[in-house]
């Protein structure tokens, strides 16, 4: 299986602040068709995860454009900037190239 | 308008069979391209993914569930199911089903208890 290390786990901001949340697999996630199949998602409390970014760098729709993705091969980060409160919650990276799909363990995003 | 709502059992006993559905509304598994993905999270936990099912039957199985895993779908009515075998107490969690892998259910939650 794809091993995704996620840093950190526990993220402290503040509010209007700007984060980065690293995922690193264990192999490279680039698909045989050319896609990179890494995307991120935001689950709050109570909630399903929610899709904010897909194939490394697309923001998903309705997404606001203060989360951005970068990065490639096995390397990839998620860039939140000007946090706001809805923004809160744990945060997970999906690589979806090889089966079994794999998680990251997840990076919390709380009020310092 | 996409939405995925999954529905289940609640409670069980280890060596039962769990079943789930999943229905969805605002796509088809019969497009090309199409899949339905199952995904569990024990409370507090992280996430894993179980099985998936694709437009053309195509069925893929974590292998970390070895062989108690069945995926399938009914395309006319819009669903997909789950099926796992032989629970135990390490099964109990909230299961989700997704549209790979952009939209998810709400989720059910499961628990095996004796």
């Known amino acids: 299986d794809v091993l995704m290390t996620q840093t950190p786990v526990s993220l402290p901001v503040s509010l209007g602040g700007q984060v980065s949340i690293s995922c690193r697999s264990s192999q490279s996630l680039v698909h045989s068709d050319g896609n990179t199949y890494l995307h991120w998602y935001l689950q709050k409390p109570g909630q399903s995860p929610q899709l904010l970014i897909y194939r490394v760098s697309n923001r998903f729709s309705g997404v606001p454009d203060r989360f951005s993705g970068s990065g490639s091969g096995t390397d990839f980060t998620l860039k939140i900037s000007r946090v706001e409160p809805e923004d809160l919650g744990v945060y997970y990276c999906?690589?979806?190239?090889?089966?079994?799909?794999?998680f990251g363990a997840g990076t919390k995003l709380e009020l310092k | 308008q996409v939405t995925l709502k999954e529905s289940g059992p609640g409670i069980l006993q280890p060596s039962q069979t769990l079943s789930l559905t999943c229905t969805f509304s605002?796509?088809?598994?019969?497009?090309?391209?199409?899949?339905v993905g199952w995904i569990r999270q024990p409370s507090g936990k992280g996430l894993e993914w179980l099985a998936n099912i694709w437009w053309d039957d195509d069925k893929y199985y974590n292998p970390s569930l070895k062989n108690r895993l069945t995926i399938s779908k009914d395309t006319s009515n819009n669903q997909a199911f789950l099926k796992i075998t032989n629970v135990d107490t390490a099964d109990t969690a909230t299961y989700y089903c997704a549209r790979i892998a952009n939209y998810w259910g709400q989720g059910v939650m499961v628990t095996v208890s004796s």
């Open positions: 605002g796509f088809s598994l019969s497009t090309y391209g199409m899949g």
């Open positions: 999906l690589q979806s190239t090889h089966f079994p799909y794999t």
